[in-house]
């Protein structure tokens, strides 16, 4: 059962605690009975410091002892119970002292808290009393007087109190009593008093038999057997030099040392004055470490003297004459103290994985160093011997506080192994030292780092789907999962299209994936964002571009543009017989998708009626005149022309010009029918034309508005009278970009006609635009088709007007 003490003590305690309240120390004390079963419950410390019993674990309460005995009580973290934890014995721990007392340290960390708790060891009757022999010989002269008193060792007792010896008794006989008187140090003082003379003659041995007992719970006893012989009178007893015998020894000292000698002398002579020696009282622990030589007196050292484990030994010596008689006298030997044990080092508490983000002055954990030793050889200096970021701090008592003292970070120093040195006060020093080990534990600070600032890939077009692009990498130098990284793509579009159909990536290995074949034509480049994301909490991330380059494949054959086919009618140009040598007749316009030199085309005659009569520009596929025309020459000629381009493998296209030599329209007569159906529907048309203006006036307007905002070059060729000249038929996909395309945004020509009649003359003269590919002379096209009927005469009312196409 707990036991606080009176309550003065108990309000000395609570005014320590709180002027001590940055290390809230307080004093408890509790009492139980020696050799309770394991688990016997002492009290509950929880309870009377007012503390939640949940707190104790979270702190890491525990006790701590600084003397080196074993634990004999523990602490139930679950209930804050104090039990005990392994037998106690009260006279081991505490030989023969009245108060048994046990102190501990009750440890609390974050913050560090010391409680002393004293544990008072109750006493039970466990032990008999014992006298120091089993059987007592004396020999008394038959002379003795009456009342002639005999001394006899008390007996003696390990418990204490009411517990130890309190009585002893005398088996009746007939002629010796007992006499029981305290002595000057406390104890019993025993003497048989002859109460009825001795006779030799009538019987030469005497048996008695003392009892001794305690007043414990049940009584315990013990007795010796004193054996008489009746001889003749012994009158003196030995007597001491000193009643008390002090020395000093220190610890350590070596085997066979002479500690003290004592000395005592009997006025008798012969045997009744021989005084031998023996030890009438002493511990067990001291029989083992003293011996007494029974004629010196000499009390010599036989085991190991160790103050640590004692620091005084109490005995008693009994000197006694030939025949009996007997004294004592009290020996007292005290050992000093040297600097015999080393300081201790005891890591109580230490935070072996250490966060790399902890701020300067972070506890990380506690030191104890214990030293055995007493006054200034205990007293211990602690210091580290590396130069580490961290320090010790003095606490409480020989308690050391292990703090940072800079910034810690992983990815520099993972681990620190440094040597704590404790060095004592002693002469000489003694010193220990404790290698301490302590892990710095990765915080995800570092985002991951790419090995390039930028990318580059090149894929060339038609590629196959799923085909590696390229690969990135990034590095992490944190540690498992914070470094740990994962790649993905950003989020986006590309002419409509989003970023995850065109690419993918292994978020482990970052390789790169086309999601689908790409055309150059589509998609010349784009770029895409690359994110690396570590697994850390919270995760980091960097990113990075990569620049996708689609390489062109020659995979796009040229196409022609003019003389565009319609249908199952070629195309026809006209030609006066008195055109020139090298006059444009003309101009094959033909583009290519690709790029490059896919996109370089040639242009060739392949075919042709009279091969002599006209030539080709290779590269700008002007068709010129190569001679004069003569009457020989037919008046239609066809032309099929090749167009190449440079790609490998070489992809072509063919068209097929008619041209007609001619100096008068009417010798034409698939025209002059033409003209006349035109000119039967004229009026038709013109009535259709005039509600046309009418209705649409408000569309037109609009459309005007929209081709403002849509500009695009549609080249015209004009027609002279019923002939038609179709515009150039431009794909939106063929666009002339950087310079890359292959049909030049307009030509210009001047075209001169005369007034009249669809019978009108024409000549061809030289262009005037020199940044532009030219024609020398205005060229009609004509095409055989039966719809066309428009009066020329209205069209070319100006014969000097210019036309563009």
């Given amino acids: 059962m707990a036991h606080r003490g009176p309550p003065l003590s108990g309000l000395l305690a609570l005014i320590t605690f709180a002027l001590m309240a940055t290390t809230v120390h307080a004093e408890l004390s509790y009492s139980f009975p020696e050799e309770m079963k394991r688990g016997y419950v002492i009290g509950n410390i929880a309870k009377d410091l007012g503390l939640d019993v949940t707190t104790l674990s979270a702190r890491k309460a525990r006790l701590v002892s600084e003397e080196d005995r074993k634990q004999c009580c523990d602490l139930n973290l679950r209930t804050g119970e104090f039990i005990v934890a392994d037998r106690v014995d009260r006279e081991e721990l505490c030989l023969e002292k009245l108060t048994c007392l046990l102190r501990l340290d009750l440890m609390l960390e974050t913050p560090l808290e010391l409680h002393r708790v004293t544990f008072q060891i109750q006493d039970i009757n466990d032990n008999s009393p014992i006298f120091p022999k089993d059987s007592i010989k004396l020999e008394i002269s038959e002379n003795a007087d009456k009342g002639a008193r005999f001394r006899v060792n008390e007996a003696h007792d390990v418990d204490v109190g009411?517990?130890?010896v309190t009585g002893y008794t005398l088996e009746k006989n007939s002629h010796f009593v007992l006499s029981v008187n305290p002595n000057k140090d406390g104890g019993k003082n025993i003497e048989l008093v002859l109460d009825k003379e001795l006779d030799r003659e009538q019987q030469q041995d005497v048996t008695l038999v003392i009892s001794a007992f305690d007043s414990g719970t049940p009584p315990l006893s013990g007795i010796v057997a004193i054996h008489v012989t009746v001889l003749d009178a012994n009158d003196n007893a030995p007597v001491f030099s000193q009643e008390v015998y002090k020395a000093s020894l220190p610890e350590n000292a070596p085997l066979n040392s002479v500690v003290v000698k004592v000395s005592a002398t009997d006025a008798d002579q012969g045997l009744n004055g021989e005084v031998s020696y023996e030890f009438s009282r002493i511990s067990s622990k001291a029989r083992k470490i003293f011996s007494l030589d029974s004629i010196t007196g000499e009390i010599k050292v036989i085991g190991t003297v160790d103050f640590e484990d004692e620091q005084k030994y109490e005995m008693r010596i009994e000197g006694k004459d030939g025949f009996g008689l007997s004294t004592d006298a009290r020996v007292v030997i005290e050992i000093t103290d040297l600097n015999d044990n080393a300081p201790t080092i005891v890591l109580q508490s230490l935070n072996n994985h250490i966060p790399e983000d902890v701020s300067p002055g972070t506890e990380v954990g506690i030191i104890h160093v214990q030293d055995r030793d007493s006054d200034k050889n205990?007293?211990?200096?602690?210091?580290?011997?590396?130069?580490?970021?961290?320090k010790l701090i003095p606490s409480i008592k020989n308690y050391y506080s292990l703090v940072t003292t800079g910034v810690l970070d992983?990815?520099?120093?993972?681990?620190?192994n440094f040597t704590v040195i404790a060095n004592d006060a002693g002469s000489p020093p003694l010193s220990s030292a404790k290698t301490v080990r302590l892990s710095v534990a990765d915080v995800n600070d570092n985002a991951p780092v790419f090995d390039k600032l930028s990318y580059t890939a090149q894929v060339a077009e038609n590629n196959k789907p799923g085909s590696s692009v390229c690969s990135v990498k990034a590095s992490d130098p944190d540690w498992r999962q914070n470094g740990t990284i994962m790649y993905s793509l950003s989020t986006g579009e590309v002419n409509g299209v989003p970023m995850s159909q065109l690419l993918s990536i292994n978020a482990d290995t970052g390789v790169i994936h086309a999601g689908r074949a790409f055309d150059y034509e589509h998609y010349k480049s784009f770029k895409v964002c690359v994110i690396a994301r570590d697994s850390g909490s919270p995760p980091l991330s960097s990113n990075v571009t990569v620049n996708v380059l689609i390489r062109d494949e020659n995979d796009n054959p040229p196409q022609i543009l003019y003389p565009t086919p319609q249908g199952s009618a070629l195309m026809t140009e006209l030609v006066p017989k008195t055109v020139l040598v090298g006059s444009l007749i003309s101009k094959i316009i033909a583009v290519d998708a690709d790029s490059g030199q896919n996109a370089w085309l040639s242009y060739e005659i392949i075919k042709s009626s009279d091969p002599g009569l006209f030539t080709i520009g290779v590269h700008s596929g002007e068709i010129r005149m190569q001679r004069d025309i003569s009457e020989k020459d037919g008046m239609k000629q066809n032309l099929i022309v090749s167009v190449r381009d440079n790609g490998q493998p070489t992809l072509s296209a063919t068209c097929a010009l008619n041209v007609i030599i001619?100096?008068?329209?009417?010798?034409?007569?698939?025209i002059n029918d033409r003209y006349a159906e035109s000119d039967s529907k004229l009026t038709y048309y013109l009535i259709i034309a005039?509600?046309?203006?009418?209705?649409?006036?408000?569309?037109?307007?609009?459309?005007?508005?929209a081709v403002r905002f849509c500009r695009r070059a549609k080249p015209t060729l004009l027609f002279d009278g019923a002939v038609a000249i179709p515009?150039?038929?431009?794909?939106?996909?063929?666009?002339?970009?950087?310079?890359?395309?292959?049909?030049?945004?307009?030509?210009?020509?001047?075209t001169y006609m005369t007034t009249g009649s669809h019978t009108s003359d024409f000549k061809f003269v030289t262009s005037y635009n020199d940044g532009t590919m030219t024609i020398p002379s205005s060229t009609l096209t004509s095409k055989k088709s039966p719809t066309s009927a428009v009066d020329h005469s209205e069209l070319f009312h100006d014969p000097e007007m210019p036309a563009q196409v």
């Fill in 162 to 164: 009411q517990n130890s």
């Fill in 378 to 390: 205990r007293q211990v200096r602690c210091s580290i011997q590396e130069n580490v970021p961290f």
């Fill in 410 to 416: 992983r990815e520099l120093v993972s681990e620190y």
């Fill in 662 to 670: 001619s100096d008068n329209l009417a010798e034409i007569p698939e």
């Fill in 690 to 705: 005039l509600v046309s203006v009418s209705t649409f006036f408000l569309t037109f307007v609009i459309v005007t508005v």
């Fill in 727 to 750: 515009s150039a038929y431009f794909p939106p996909n063929y666009a002339d970009v950087d310079g890359t395309g292959t049909l030049r945004s307009g030509y210009n020509y001047d």
